[in-house]
């Protein structure tokens, strides 16, 4: 006879960055994140913060914690809340299953109590009212009444797939109103140092812009023959 797998496999112990490096992307906009990763790293369009968060939900930055839970199942879910740590961002993978929701406000409240930085998931939601008034950062791809089963299988702690990119425990993700950014763990230090780049360079485009700028002369060799062709 075939042995039964267990419903839910659960990594509880992995490496975490140091919280003042996830700290040093505090401020930081998910663009300037993205091109600090090479104009790449974000999740499906499709998920955003609850529709009427207020500002104070529309952004976050924190550990991904990955769970994985099958269509119309938050099993991983539940396992991931029993191991959560403070300053941890739940990524919640449904296989982008919106049939039924995988968290409600009730969840989303304990998650606030463990101390949890935000949700973001390529599922559903709901009890919308509810969760605006946790007042926890909560991302996904949209809404639905129905619950969720608890059947497994289910994984914590792992590596998922979601909203067309790998989120492995440890990576660091940043959300504002734009989306959801994913930075390797591995490339963090280099993400750090390139994005406070990017936002020096940008205040300072910002200005010219301000004075009236119309077109960067960078931009100009754009423009150079061999470069164009133009057809007047």
Not at 137 to 164: D, E, F, K, M
């Amino acid at each position: 006879m075939l042995e039964t797998p267990p419903a839910l496999t659960v990594r509880r112990t992995f490496q975490r960055p140091p919280r003042e490096a996830v700290a040093a992307l505090e401020g930081a906009l998910t663009g300037q994140v993205a091109d600090a990763l090479g104009g790449l790293g974000a999740l499906d369009a499709a998920i955003k913060p609850i529709a009427g968060a207020p500002p104070s939900m529309q952004s976050f930055v924190g550990t991904a914690f990955p769970c994985m839970n099958g269509p119309a199942d938050q099993l991983g879910l539940v396992g991931a809340l029993a191991y959560a740590k403070p300053g941890d961002v739940l990524v919640v993978g449904t296989e982008a299953y919106l049939g039924t929701a995988v968290i409600g406000d009730l969840m989303a409240g304990m998650l606030l109590n463990c101390g949890v930085a935000g949700l973001v998931t390529d599922g559903a939601v709901r009890d919308t009212p509810g969760i605006i008034g946790v007042g926890l950062p909560v991302y996904c791809a949209g809404v639905s009444p129905n619950s969720p089963q608890r059947n497994g299988p289910g994984t914590v702690g792992l590596a998922i797939s979601i909203g067309g990119a790998t989120v492995n425990p440890g990576d660091v993700v940043v959300g504002d109103v734009d989306g959801v950014v994913v930075v390797p763990q591995d490339a963090l230090d280099g993400v750090i140092e390139h994005v406070r780049e990017i936002r020096r360079m940008e205040t300072e485009v910002e200005a010219k812009v301000k004075d009236g700028l119309t077109y960067p002369d960078s931009w100009r060799a754009y423009l150079e023959p061999g470069a164009a062709r133009f057809v007047d």
